[in-house]
Nanobody
Framework: QVQLVESGGGPVQPGGSLRLSCEASGFTYNYYVIGWFLQAPGKEREGVSFISINDGSAAYADSVKGRFTISRDISSDNYKATVYLQMNNLKPEDTGVYYC????????????????WGQGTQVTVSS
């Protein structure tokens, strides 16, 4: 059973930083993708970044390039991994619930590609 558990959200001032974590377990191989998605108030869920657990290749939405960095640590224990989203120079428009999601395929920045979802963690950027 795949489980994704996010942590690390909270309030932060504009220009500040946060690091989100997503603990992934239950996959039976390392060939999967973890993505981060933002659901801002009143808006649809949108892709922020994703990373291949197998080779570490990653991509970002234009809105976060140069500010956010995604990375992963792979555990030797049954294909578990932790994916981090380092968010720097945060802006008010980065506010919302951040979800991590898992896909056994190629992932991408579109939410409907992803089969497994975490519960989300709230990030609020405000002065």
């Amino acid at each position: 059973q795949v489980q994704l558990v996010e942590s690390g959200g909270g309030p932060v001032q504009p220009g500040g930083s946060l690091r989100l974590s997503c603990e992934a377990s239950g996959f039976t191989y390392n060939y999967y993708v973890i993505g981060w998605f933002l659901q801002a108030p009143g808006k649809e869920r949108e892709g922020v970044s994703f990373i291949s657990i197998n080779d570490g290749s990653a991509a970002y939405a234009d809105s976060v390039k140069g500010r956010f960095t995604i990375s992963r640590d792979i555990s030797s224990d049954n294909y578990k991994a932790t994916v981090y989203l380092q968010m720097n120079n945060l802006k008010p428009e980065d506010t919302g619930v951040y979800y991590c999601a898992g896909d056994p395929g190629w992932g991408g920045l579109v939410p409907w590609n992803y089969e497994y979802w975490g519960q989300g963690t709230q990030v609020t950027v405000s002065s």
